[in-house]
């Protein structure tokens, strides 16, 4: 049986990284990266249209919970919620607004549901009104 010297390892060890440099060079050559048509790029900065879906709210010990779901252009968009009570009203005015930014950043374009969800202190019987992005949206009374 024959002894490998270290010379001839050397010598393999240059040819298989030679080698492997060349095939990486030639097939990175094939994944340059093009500009894409302007008709191909999808974006998120079509319309806003946003529908409220649902929308529940329970009282408990002072307190209301107030909660629902909005239909959105993509998984992108977040809702956030923020509930204040209208001074000076009998009964009581809950106005809950409901915020859904728009989404600049590359999303897959299919409608989702996000949800919300928000607590207001306020006495039994009260008025709420729903607002999406300062567009009124509903009105209930409990």
Request: hydrophobic letters at 40%.
């Given at each position: ?5 270290t ?15 060349i ?16 008709s ?21 010990y ?25 001074p ?25 549901t ?29």
């Amino acid at each position: 049986m024959r002894r490998i010297h270290t010379k001839e390892i050397i010598i393999i060890a240059i040819a298989l990284l030679v080698i492997i440099v060349i095939g990486i060079l030639t097939s990175s050559q094939h994944l340059k990266d093009y500009p894409l048509p302007t008709s191909r790029i999808a974006t998120s900065t079509a319309p806003l249209t946003i529908k409220l879906v649902s929308f529940s709210h329970s009282y408990r010990y002072g307190k209301y919970t107030l909660s629902g779901a909005l239909t959105v252009p993509t998984v992108c968009y977040i809702a956030s919620a923020k509930s204040s009570l209208v001074p000076s009203t009998t009964p009581h005015r809950i106005r809950l607004d409901v915020t859904v930014p728009i989404d600049t950043g590359r999303c897959l374009q299919l409608p989702a549901t996000t949800t919300f969800s928000t607590q207001q202190r306020a006495g039994k019987g009260a008025t709420i009104r729903v607002y999406v992005n300062n567009t009124f949206a509903t009105s209930t009374t409990k």
